[in-house]
């Protein structure tokens, strides 16, 4: 009997970096303010020439190659994004073409920052009923494109980034062992874009109001946000019968060091245990887990037989859980 697990995982970073000191220029705002409360040294930003599509095809490839499988072999794209090329066609049609995999399903997935955990439990669904052998999961984001950079509140957090793993069948104990998403709308005001869906279509008066970027209520999410991530962390652990004290690597979403620390301390995480890359990267949203994950397997962080969890959090609002053995 086989379960699905990561066989090959990407990434791409832009190359240019936006320091805390570039952004000392352009609003009211320090090196010490943004990292004293968020932990972020520098972010990266895309070129004008990128897109997410584009970025996205780049790490694909290198998770295809890291597989060991052609795109033709893929039987279905997901790639998770907020911030698609456009409304219509999905980002990961664009994706498909690029890459070659004529033939296969491909669906954008918007569940924000819990997005690739969102995509890797699709994943997990149709690698277990034999729906699909190989399943490409991409979490993508180019939020830079949304940013008031009149807004310290939110212009400081985000950045651009991509990552992407193939899925497929692996023997047990290896696999994802437990998963857990969840949704509360009633949160949905606390992250948010007003204006370009058909509450609030585009217009002149949109765009001069600055209705398309990013809206964040930061206190009242953080509280949700420390809670939410605790809870499904702990839910996952149960799921599989594990605690805390048996995983080798917790990776979660890199929101805010504030409350990645507050995480840890509740479920009793030590330091070594946690990975962390907020101050190179800042927050990328659905691609924060891949590109940790990435580098964890890049770095040799993490080896086979470790036990992994990935927990997050982000607008919907929604937050989830995966426990996996690598």
């Not at 030590?270 to 190179?280: A, D, G, M, V």
């Not at 397997?297 to 053995?325: C, I, P």
Request: some cysteine; aromatic content about 6%.
């Amino acid at each position: 009997m086989y379960v699905a697990g990561v066989l090959g995982t990407g990434s791409a970073l832009p190359e240019k970096v936006i320091t805390n000191f570039d952004l000392e220029k352009v609003v009211d705002t320090s090196d010490q303010w943004i990292t004293s409360r968020t932990g972020i040294k520098e972010r990266r930003q895309a070129a004008p020439d990128e897109t997410t599509s584009t970025l996205s095809v780049q790490a694909s490839r290198k998770a295809l190659a890291k597989a060991g499988i052609k795109a033709a072999d893929l039987d279905l794209i997901i790639c998770s994004t907020i911030s698609p090329d456009m409304p219509l066609p999905s980002t990961a049609s664009l994706i498909q073409h690029a890459l070659g995999a004529r033939g296969c399903c491909a669906f954008d997935l918007a569940a924000a920052c819990s997005g690739f955990l969102f995509g890797m439990t699709v994943a997990e669904q149709f690698i277990r009923t034999d729906a699909a052998k190989y399943v490409l999961v991409i979490g993508a984001e180019l939020l830079s494109r949304y940013l008031d950079y009149k807004d310290r509140a939110t212009c400081v957090i985000f950045g651009d980034g991509v990552a992407a793993a193939v899925f497929g069948p692996v023997e047990p104990p290896s696999g994802i062992l437990a998963h857990e998403l969840h949704t509360e709308g009633q949160y949905a005001d606390h992250l948010f874009i007003p204006a370009g869906g058909t509450a609030l279509p585009a217009s002149r008066k949109t765009v001069e109001e600055g209705a398309h970027y990013i809206k964040m209520r930061g206190n009242e999410l953080f509280k949700v946000a420390v809670r939410s991530l605790e809870d499904v962390s702990r839910q996952v652990l149960k799921k599989a019968g594990l605690t805390a004290d048996d995983l080798d690597l917790f990776i979660p979403h890199q929101a805010n060091q504030r409350i990645t620390e507050a995480v840890r301390e509740r479920l009793g995480v030590c330091p070594e245990k946690i990975y962390n890359n907020i101050s190179r990267v800042g927050n990328t949203s659905s691609a924060s887990i891949p590109i940790c994950l990435d580098e964890c397997v890049q770095s040799g962080r993490l080896k086979k037989g470790d036990l992994v969890l990935m927990s997050a959090f982000g607008a919907g609002v929604t937050w989830g859980a995966v426990l996996m053995r690598w």
